[in-house]
């Protein structure tokens, strides 16, 4: 996608409301000192799974994750991860329930319910074949199921996002579930599959946007869409609840593995269906900022990588690009609670692994966090990304990486101090 003079004026001109950190002069910004900890060991793999989530409960007294035996293979139906919760003040780790219904990439979609934030979580698993969640008292073990299972879960208002994962395990299986099964697999865009909305409190589900919807914008644009194999997958709520960003994807026929990609967003409600990223870009990762604003990577011409870029959720956006430089290819990026700070994991073949880079948006300052070699794990559909993050207070980033001592993939912490006053 080449950039038109018009595209130009709107990438330098580009307003954008930042944040800036307490009374600190934004170009006196001080970086934080980081230290990295480890708190889960072999022999077994513990990894929480994707980023933008937050894996502790409200009072960041306990911590959520997976383990699992293996990392050398897609899980099967019969084989169960176990889900345990970490007491961050003492380490110990105790295992709570098992899950066949989770993945290298993602785990089981583990959340903290909105409504109940210090007790109970929610997560993905299997019921005679159906993918469901699961509603789970971490205190009593008391649970109850959910009809779908969850891609998404809201921050506060009660609301969970769903899409079939038979479907993503046919189109794209390293974020889908083995053995899961696709309604619609003969239609390229089917009007009764997409994303739904799910009733946390009573269980009940709506479609509010379809494929084929979503199908019918793009084909404007794109008739030879017509026999692509279109799915959504990565539904992210906004801060305020009201609205879902989500990946509409289309893979090309005859087998091909090649896709492509766009960006939409929708109110909880199916209105206000938006393309913010238009398909062709290769738009891949993502992070609400505030209720408005949204970062993303993406190809913004014929250069290599993947920049990040800053928007409004508006039908016609504007870009500015964040860290020339230094977030010049593709990461799993996410903001802090308060948006001021995006960190990020970009791949970097010098280490054969990923970097964990913290950049702040007002001021453009940045620092490398830590370079975590990842082995055989650094690419392909058993990849042990970082997948970075927050903690709810802010000063401390989660994520995977492989333990250099065993080769098992760990949750590791990176706790930040913040000078005095910021």
Known sequence: MRRSAHDLLMLTTAVVLSVCCGHVPCAAQPMPTVRIEQITTGPKNHFFGYYGVCPWNES????????????????????????????????????????????????????????????????????????????????????????????????????????????????RKVV??????????????????????????????R???????????????????????????????????????????????????????????????????????HFGTGVSHFDWRNDHEIVATFRWDDSAGKPHFLFRDAAAPTYRRLGEGFLDHDGHCTFDPAGAWLVSDPHDDTISGRLLKLYHIESSKHKVLGAFPLGDYAHGDLRCDLHPRWNRTGNTICFDAIDQSTGTRQVHLAHLEFPAGN
């Open 60 to 171: 960041e007294r306990f911590l959520v994750c997976l383990e699992s035996p293996f990392q050398d293979h897609l899980p099967e139906p019969d084989e169960p991860a176990t889900i345990c919760l970490i007491d961050t003040q003492t380490r110990a780790l105790h295992r709570l329930a098992d899950t066949r219904a989770w993945n290298l990439q993602q785990g089981a979609m583990l959340h903290w319910n909105p409504l109940q934030p210090n007790d109970e979580i929610i997560y993905n698993d299997r019921r005679a074949g159906d993918i469901i969640a699961v509603v789970r008292n971490v205190r009593t073990g008391t649970k109850r199921d959910l009809p779908r299972p969850v891609s998404a879960v809201s921050h506060r208002s009660g609301y969970a996002a769903s899409v079939t994962y038979g479907r993503l395990g046919r189109l």
């Open 207 to 277: 479609l509010i946007v379809s494929i084929k919807s979503v199908y019918e914008l793009l084909a404007k644009k794109h008739p030879g869409l017509q026999q692509c194999h279109l799915w959504f997958n990565h539904t992210v709520f906004s801060r305020d609840d009201t609205r879902l960003l989500f990946l509409a994807r289309a893979r090309y026929p005859a087998g091909a593995r090649r896709f492509d990609t766009a960006m939409f967003t929708v109110g909880i409600n199916g209105d206000n269906l938006r393309e913010v990223v």
């Open 176 to 205: 889908g579930y083995v053995g899961a099964q696709d309604p619609y697999p003969n239609d390229p865009h089917p009007a009764d599959d997409g994303i739904f909305l799910i009733d946390i409190g009573s269980g009940r589900v």
